[in-house]
């Protein structure tokens, strides 16, 4: 055995992992700091298991950080998981090093290692690997329907605006279901010598929009009635919440993380959904902001169950906002401590939830 094998043996090293959708690449450092090495492979794996190979011969493998365990480094993130290695998430570089060092691969690999050693880079990433990540799926789906389905309508209607007369005067006045049910009631005729024909080609574009819509809603429907029966069997004691249906615990759910165990504290997840207040004290001011960072979708989540238990007398509730207007709050700043004190509640049903025994095998 050679001396640097030797000194291979106790090394301890820190890696760090610049995500992409073809290649990834890794960068290693010792506790000392210094850059061990760095190398690409696939995004496959087969890579996945050079990676770790490579920095397994570098000595013993400390803590890695990868950028976008969220997206392309998901599957990285799941395997390095699996083989037991301590995972931390890591931001990408500040544009202030950016600036200073240039923009490679290499660079942000080792940017992200060395935040892995300083510590900076603290944030366990979500395991991906339950139900919850079942739910998310279904959600982005669900989701990108909505949008198309908004999209379709808007067409629809701008259709409309500019038809010909008399297909013009006839659709006007309608608007959403009873419009889409009346251009997919239009009947064309099918004469190929009539294809010029204006108002025949509006029928048609208006038809075919219809039922693009009566498409996105029935596979609206069909992810809705999914994400009811997948939501109710994963989180029933956080549906049982006052103010908590099938959309708020999705999302809260989704932020959480199959893995909420990585969230440490309460307020832990209050800062994860942008609710906790932002010190900005200096001197003999002593005060804090509004926090407007955070997964807004949680934040927006959290407000819809703030105002429910306000518009339908939840009595602790109410109770609260006697108090906080006695106190001088306005109703904005009562609806953010509101937030606050519903994630703190929130919290120990999403953890009682999400057991590890619950895993995407077991579905």
């Known amino acids: 055995m050679t001396e640097v094998q030797a000194d291979a043996r106790v090394r301890q090293v820190f ?4 995500t992409h ?4 690449t890794v960068a290693a450092v010792d506790t000392a700091g210094q850059l061990l090495g760095h190398a690409t492979v696939p995004a496959t794996p087969t890579g996945y298991r050079q990676l770790l190979g490579w920095l397994q011969r570098l000595g013993v493998v400390v803590k890695v950080g990868v950028e976008g365990t969220g997206s392309y480094g998901a599957g990285l993130a799941r395997f390095l998981s699996a083989a037991g290695v301590v995972l931390v998430e890591v931001d990408r570089p500040n544009r202030q090093t950016r600036r200073r060092r240039g923009k490679t691969d290499p660079v942000d690999a080792e940017a992200a290692a060395r935040a892995a050693l300083a510590g900076t880079a603290a944030g366990t990433p979500k395991t991906r690997t339950g139900p919850v990540e079942a ?5 982005v789906a669900r989701r990108g329907a909505m949008k198309a389905r908004t999209a379709t309508l808007n067409t629809l209607v701008q259709t409309v605006v500019t038809a010909p007369e008399p297909l013009h005067t006839q659709l006007a006045g309608l608007r959403g279901k009873k ?18 024909n204006p108002i025949r080609a509006t029928k048609l574009a208006l038809r075919r929009l219809a039922q693009r819509c009566r498409d996105l809603d029935a596979e609206i429907a069909a992810t809705d009635e999914d994400l009811h029966a997948l939501i109710t069997a994963t989180a029933p ?6 103010g908590v249906g099938i959309d708020v615990a999705g999302q809260l759910l989704v932020t959480a993380g199959d893995n909420p165990d990585r969230l440490h504290t309460e307020a832990s997840f209050a800062a994860l959904c942008g609710t906790s207040p932002v010190p900005v004290s ?4 002593n005060r804090h902001r509004l926090n407007r960072g955070g997964d807004r979708h949680a934040n927006s989540a959290l407000y819809t169950v703030a105002i429910v238990r306000m518009s339908h007398h939840h009595p602790a509730t109410h109770n609260y906002l006697t108090r906080s207007r006695a106190q001088g709050r306005t109703t904005k700043e009562t609806i953010r401590c509101l937030k606050r004190y519903i994630a703190r509640e ?3 049903h999403i953890r009682q939830a999400l057991t590890p025994q619950q895993t995407l095998d077991g579905l």
Do not use: F, K
């Open 346 to 348: 929130l919290l120990p």
């Open 135 to 139: 739910i998310r799926v279904l959600r």
């Open 179 to 196: 419009l889409i049910q009346a251009a997919a009631a239009l009947r064309p005729r099918h004469d190929p010598a009539d294809l010029t």
């Open 237 to 242: 004691g956080l549906l049982d919440q006052y």
């Open 21 to 24: 959708d073809q290649t990834h």
């Open 15 to 18: 890696g760090g992992v610049d």
């Open 282 to 285: 200096s001197g003999r001011t």
